[in-house]
């Protein structure tokens, strides 16, 4: 059986892999979903927040298991299990991007994100008094994370998003061939994506060799519309 290492997104937390981590141990695997600063039931200062202490506190994860992880990040979970990957590359043996932000040495997550202009997050972020984080237009967000989501569950996200710091997504990512570039890697595609459009998505894939590609029916959230098929994919790696 192996160790997941499930990393959220921008303004989520721990709390939405609250379908998929039940599905894994089912199977006999042992789960972990950290909240990352600021994220969740973290009550770090959002003004304080970088990719350093994001990918710290995977780092941290990393260190403590007895054997190599499936590290898997969804959305701009990507950029964190990069530079968690980059840092301690022998403690993981597979890395899993769940529609997420995958992306090349010097590159920011902005920069990618700033060409996919179908996509609905970044021209209605409501950035913060002082500009150090953003939430994101009212009006939009169930199509940008939650469109084929049941009203529950958008009710819940809803409740227990956060705002996010901006300083991660304008901050470059580093990766070497013989560290990041020595991992496996993966890609799960949701191909009706709003926050991160499959045009993107497979833009990414095609510039960083992935090993393999999954595919989705889904919006952004396939954790929340359809976990069991989620946990097919991750265990199908």
Known sequence: MSTYVLVHGAWHGAWCWFKTTPLLQELGHKVITPDLPAHGIDKSATASVTLQGYSERIINILD????????????????????????????????????AFLLQDGETLLDVASKDPLALVLPNLVMSGDGSSATLKDEVLNDAFYGDCSPSDIALARSLLVPQAGAPFATPIHTTEDAWGNIPRFYIECLQDRAITIDSQRGMVQKNGVVRVHRMNTCHSPFLSAPADLVNHLVDL
Do not use: F, W
Request: charged share 15%; proline share 8%; glycine share 8%.
């Open 64 to 99: 403590a298991s007895p054997e190599p992880v499936i590290l898997v990040g969804h959305s701009m979970g990507g950029i964190v299990i990069t530079e968690a990957a980059q840092a301690r590359p022998d403690k993981i043996s597979k890395l899993v991007y769940v529609t």
